[in-house]
Each structure stands twice: as structure tokens, then as C-alpha cells.
């Protein structure tokens, strides 16, 4: 057991991770909104636990703070995700679809090119050397794992009660929504904020797991990297993001036997799951649990 940890424990790490950035597309999901914004926030998120960790002014405060200097960073990159969240959300949640998402890539494209030219950042080059937490990355997972069952948390309570309800009810028929007095700008904006927040704290949590941070962490790749953990894994479920990260992030690395040809074979698996599973692996799921179910009734 201690060998597999020690050869995967990276890969199981970074599969916690990247289903905590696939939860940070399925809260606006809930509400039907479409968002490729959530890498924009990871990546600030990621700078201020970076710059915090290195500035030379912020000295003081890491000799004083010792381990708590990284729960502070997570703090200020989660007000910084819930301001600018709501700044960005409430203009751009007034288109819809295919425009909406148009519009949090532009929001992406921003922000990566603001922090290519901003000396702070490091520019291109990015900044190294952020101090590490844990001496093993699988350690991390003491960062990664409680927040992940703090959102499934969340989203299981936030499912169960009106608010979660009424995101609900925006997804399915906006306009019937509104008719209905459920206030749909607000829920729309609440859901995506959630996501802006959980996207921002991911990406404080991963500058000292990464130990470097440039502007390829927020790319228009890796949105759509993002997007492919919900939609693989099933968007209308909150199991889908952690079911298609996993399948995305460990498929590259079971498949390295192939060298080259593990590119194609992974595609290949990528466009079957499309094709016969519209609706991901939990649909799938579902959809057999139901056949099962239905034929235990007709045996009966």
C-alpha cells in the first residue's frame, strides 16, 4: 500500500484537485449557467497565495505566521473570488448560453494577460520557489481533501433547501422561473459567485502543491480541460466533476505504457463517452440503475 501511495500519491492529489475545479463549474451549472470563468479565478487565486508566500515585504508576516501564513492566503483569495466574482457576475449573467460563455473566456483572456504584464506576477516567467507546505505532495491532501468534503457538503444541503431549489428552477425554465417569483438574477449570480469562491481558494491551495505558478495555469486549455471534468463526468450530478477528473487525469498516465500512441487511444475513450453517454458517466449510471430496476419489476 505504501508503494502504491508513493507512486500515485501525486496523481490521487491532483485528481482531488482538478474535481474541486470540475465543482466550481457545476455551481453555476445548477443554475444553468454556462461559465468557462472558474480558471480565471484559480489562476488569481493561485498568484496571491504566490506572491504572498514570496514578496520579500510579506517577510515578517511568514516568520510570524509560520503554517497559518497559508490559511490566510486562502482567506484573501476567497474574499478576492467572492468581490470580483460578483463584480464579473452580475454584467455577464445577463447574457445566456453560448454568449455567456464567450464572455467568461474573454474574462479569462483578461486576467491572463493582465498578469503577463504585471511585474508582480512575474510576467511570462511566472513566480518560483513558493515555500511548500508538506515535504510529500501526497501530504497535500490535507489541504485538497477536507475542502472537497466541504463542498460535497454544500452542495448536497444547498440541493436539499429552497435556494438549491430554486437554482433548479432557473436551469430548467428561466422565464417560467421569474414568473413563478423566484428571483433569477440573484440565484444566478449566488451560484456563480460559489463557483468564482471555490475556484479562488483551489488555486491558493495549489501554488505551494505546484510550487511554481505562471499564466499557463489559467489558459483557455485548461478551461475547457475544466468544462470536460463536468460534462464526461455528468453535469447534473454533483458526483460528475470527481468521476470525470478522474477519468481524464488518470487515463493519460495508465495509458503511458503506449508512449505515443496513448494520445490516440485517449481520445478514442474521450469520443466513446461522448458518443454513448450524452449525459457522462453518472447519466450512465442512472440510466442502467433504472434498466435494472425496471427489469426486477417486470421479473416480479
Not at 5 to 15: C, D, H, K, P, R
Not at 163 to 183: C, K, Q, T
Not at 263 to 284: F, K, S, T
Amino acid at each position: 500500500m505504501s508503494g502504491f501511495l508513493e507512486n500515485y500519491g501525486f496523481l490521487l492529489v491532483t485528481i482531488v484537485q482538478q474535481a474541486l475545479l470540475g465543482l466550481s463549474l457545476y455551481f453555476p451549472l445548477m443554475a444553468g449557467q454556462l461559465s468557462l470563468a472558474s480558471i480565471g479565478f484559480y489562476s488569481l487565486g493561485g498568484y496571491v497565495a504566490a506572491i504572498m508566500g514570496t514578496h520579500p515585504a510579506l517577510a515578517p508576516w511568514r516568520e510570524a505566521l509560520g503554517f497559518l501564513m497559508f490559511p490566510l492566503e486562502w482567506l484573501l483569495a476567497l474574499v478576492l473570488g467572492v468581490v470580483l466574482g460578483v463584480v464579473v457576475g452580475y454584467p455577464a449573467l445577463r447574457l445566456r448560453g453560448i454568449y455567456l460563455a464567450l464572455a467568461t473566456i474573454a474574462f479569462v483572456q483578461v486576467v491572463n494577460v493582465a498578469v503577463l504584464n504585471m511585474p508582480l506576477a512575474g510576467g511570462a516567467v511566472g513566480i518560483f520557489g513558493i515555500p511548500q507546505a508538506f515535504a510529500s505532495r501526497l501530504d497535500y491532501i490535507w489541504f485538497f481533501g477536507p475542502l472537497f468534503l466541504l463542498t460535497m457538503f454544500v452542495v448536497y444541503r444547498i440541493s436539499a433547501t429552497c435556494r438549491g431549489l430554486a437554482f433548479f428552477a432557473v436551469r430548467e425554465d428561466e422565464l417560467a422561473a421569474g414568473a413563478m417569483g423566484v428571483r433569477t438574477t440573484a440565484n444566478k449570480v449566488t451560484a456563480f459567485v460559489l463557483g468564482c469562491a471555490l475556484a479562488a481558494v483551489t488555486g491558493a491551495m495549489s501554488a505551494p502543491f505546484l510550487n511554481t505558478w505562471n499564466a499557463r495555469q489559467g489558459t483557455f486549455d485548461a478551461s475547457v480541460t475544466c468544462l470536460a471534468y463536468v460534462l464526461i463526468g455528468g453535469s447534473r450530478s454533483m458526483w460528475g466533476p470527481l468521476f470525470g477528473a478522474a477519468l481524464l487525469v488518470s487515463l493519460p498516465e495508465l495509458l503511458r505504457p503506449l508512449k505515443d500512441s496513448r494520445m490516440i487511444l485517449n481520445g478514442v475513450v474521450l469520443v466513446a463517452v461522448c458518443v454513448y453517454l450524452p449525459q457522462g458517466i453518472m447519466g450512465g449510471l442512472a440510466a442502467l440503475r433504472a434498466r435494472l430496476a425496471g427489469g426486477r419489476g417486470g421479473a416480479a
